[in-house]
């Protein structure tokens, strides 16, 4: 018997912990550790931290959902990981592994600009449910008294999506309250033109977004790096201060604090190599899915960016993960796999919205190109990210990682989240990744 723990149950960690346990024989021990009570659909929460949806109406409790697929649940935080003894050790007790997935998500590291919030600063973040919620506190007292509204992402940041949607978000909702005359909107982002979204831009994303910030009289700050906030003035590096009564600023990501504190496991900030089957090229018994992971940035830019994770891109690296430790169980015969990282997303605006279909996320290194890239825009985006809210949660309650339905609808437009895996030794990835 095989005892296989997933660390996280995100978006990430609980379709691969589901995948798991759908391929592997019940002698085969799967444990799910979460710091949190409750799985959170990310994607919706510029909605709930706008006031658009409650955040109950996007979370699920995990221990019923998680113990009636026959894994074991473990409500606790991982403070340390051993991957040479193949231990993990909790708040309360330690458990050996033959295999571990580590698919925390991201740690926001709010420490590398002074000033950014919100329990330390004066920003507010959209990250996770609790930001989400204070930010909405700080919404509401907004439209009692509004005034500058900055909205955007420091150096270093690696989601823009999220920016981007709450800006023509916050946008709507003004202009449907009558107050948006009274406030002025400035966006302010590290990536070099407005609509790359750190994947190097894809079709016309950058021609609509900038298009659209333009009509919804937006002030676009881009290639511009935040230095630090103070509790009325965003300072950029140039020595220039955008003044705000309300600021909304998307942080760093970092992995967490046990990959960071164990020699070897990570890179310096925390995200883990991988090789092509998502397995650590040191720590074999190691995988890695999601936000977690690391991936090099399609090109270098002028002012540090890292590469976004989107929900399908995490889920098909679940889904990779939980086939390749199959196959070294002998649970199933085929072989290793890798996740495409195609990716569809939905960014809802209130009146119109934009759908990015980049397949794959990152281009080809040699060509520059993806065998396809799309951006449409339109009112119906949102309905569709709706949709696609209230189906992934109904999956998650239904204990279904990817059900065949959907592996058949997928590939019945053209995509595919999982391909045959490249052979690559351990040896090949750069030893610079591996020292803190």
Known sequence: MAHIV??????????????????LPSQHQITLISNTSKFTFIPSLPWVALGLIPLAKIQLELEELVIQQGIRWLPEAVVHLNPRTQTVYTDSQSLAYDYVVIATGAELALDTVSGLGPEQGFTQSICNPHHALMANSAWQNFLQNPGP????????????????????????????????????????????????????????????????????????????????????????????????????????????GFVRETAGLGDTKGFLPILPTYQHPVFPSVFSAGVVTQLAPPEVTPIAIGVP?????????????????????????????????????????????????????????????????????GRWVGWLKTAFERYFLAKMRWGAAVPWFERLGLRAAGFSLLEAAPSTEPDSVREDVLIH
């Open 6 to 23: 997933v660390i996280g149950a995100g978006l990430a960690g609980l379709p691969t912990a589901y995948e798991l346990r759908y391929l």
């Open 149 to 256: 509204l900055v909205v955007g992402a420091v150096p270093g940041a690696s989601c823009f999506g999220p920016a981007y949607e709450f800006a023509l978000l916050a946008d709507y909702t003004l202009r449907q309250q009558g107050l948006r005359d009274q406030v002025s909107l400035t966006f302010v982002t590290p990536e070099p033109y407005a609509g790359h979204l750190g994947i190097g831009g894809m079709a016309n994303s950058s021609q609509l977004v900038t298009e659209l910030m333009a009509a919804r009289d937006v002030a676009v700050l881009e290639n511009t790096a935040i230095d630090s906030v103070t509790s009325q003035e965003i300072i950029l590096a140039n020595g220039d201060a955008v003044p705000f009564q309300y600021a909304m600023l998307l942080p760093q990501f970092r992995g967490p």
């Open 309 to 377: 994770k989107t929900g399908q891109m995490v889920e098909a690296m679940g889904m990779a993960v939980a086939h390749n430790i199959a196959l070294a169980l002998g649970a199933i015969s085929d072989q290793p796999v890798t996740p495409t990282l195609e990716a569809i997303c939905f960014a809802d605006f209130g009146d119109t919205g934009l759908l990015f279909l980049a397949d794959p996320v990152l281009p080809d290194p040699v060509t520059g190109r993806r065998r396809r890239a799309i951006t449409l825009g």
